[in-house]
């Protein structure tokens, strides 16, 4: 590891956690000891209305809870450069995670992240940590999926993330891809088939574009069955569902959207700067339909974005964007500045990008304008605020 990675490794906070699983119960029981290596004075973080904390302290300032819909944990006069600890036991239910719900604890599935808010996160969900987490009352015959170095009883997390995310299912099998490890129940089900086909070749689609992704090591694809149909991805790690109807050209797309967060991830999704991750994954994955499908397959799908555009609002200046102009407007826009540049130029911008994400945009406007020019940029950041 370098030196200038140990400075960041040191920078961060770390979770140490120890989760009890009932899958009879379907609770769990936690105990967690989180290190803040130079604290706010003040600090937030938000616990799933559900637990019931059994025990909380810090050794630094005061802590209080206050509760809620979830429940915020404040600790205030934390003073800077001495580090923080805060330990936290709790126990209960999994807090609601949508309907049908997401998350789960049962004999048959266990899928945990921060839509269950069964770890103390602090609030916003943008702040990156590593982790070490031991598991147990999970049966011999689970598999557990989740990034990092794995085993049934214990998660290593040293790629920085926002939750910790995973899954523990009974007789997952495994197939090694190029640079994607596939799990599903059944790994010729249509679904695994399908997204076996196209993790592998949009994986490698998107790193002759944008190099290694951050993650070391192949990105874990897990398919899970279970009533929501949903997705979602953290570095190194994907969740997909098993679907009988699968349509390959979406699934493609979907994949492609997931596996391109590998390196588009770094801005805060609460504002309006969400576009940069969001709004440039959705663009590499219709980049990869185009390549795996053909123009008018994208073209296909550009079209039904149109339709959804034309009711969208800016992109900038108004705050947390919606579906309508993350994963409509802006990849279109993208789509335009393309065809406006060439496509060599916005895929030079992207490939830089790609290396070192931006976090705001003005970050993406700088690298566009070093690239195309100066009008180039003065009328895309015209466009995402129109």
Known sequence: ????????????????????????????????????????????????????????????????????????IVIDGARAGRPLTLHIKHHGSLAPSGTPPLNAIGAD???????????PLRAGFTTKFTADVSLSGLP??????????????????????????????????????????????????????????HASSAMAFEER??????????????????????????????VVTEQADVVEVRAAKFIAHELAHSWWAPADPTTEHRWLPESIAEYVALRYVESAFGVAARDEMLQAKRTTAATATPLLGLGARTDAELYAKAPLLLFDVESQIGRKKLDRVLADLGRNPPSVTSQFLERLRAVAGEDAAEAFEKRLRE
């Open 140 to 197: 011999a015959h689970e598999v557990v999926v989740a990034p990092g170095v794995v085993s049934r009883t214990k998660i290593e997390r040293r790629t920085p993330d926002i939750d910790v995310a995973f899954v523990a299912i009974p007789g997952l099998q495994r197939s090694a891809l190029p640079g994607v490890e596939l799990y599903a129940i059944d790994l010729q089900s249509p679904a695994a088939r399908v997204y076996a086909k």
């Open 1 to 72: 590891m370098s030196f200038a990675a140990l400075a960041l490794f040191a920078a961060l906070a770390h979770y140490d956690v120890k989760a009890r699983l009932d899958t009879a119960r379907s609770t769990v029981r936690v105990d967690a000891s989180i290190r803040i290596p130079n604290p706010d004075p003040h600090i937030e973080f938000v616990l799933g209305s559900t637990y019931a904390i059994d025990e909380l302290r810090a050794s630094d300032g005061s802590v209080k809870v206050t509760p809620g819909d979830v429940q915020t």
């Open 209 to 238: 574009w944008f190099g290694q992704p951050a993650a070391k090591g192949p990105v874990r694809v897990v398919v899970v069955r279970r009533e929501r149909r949903s997705g979602y991805a953290r570095p190194g790690y994907i």
């Open 109 to 119: 599935r266990v899928e945990l992240n921060l839509d269950s808010s069964w770890l």
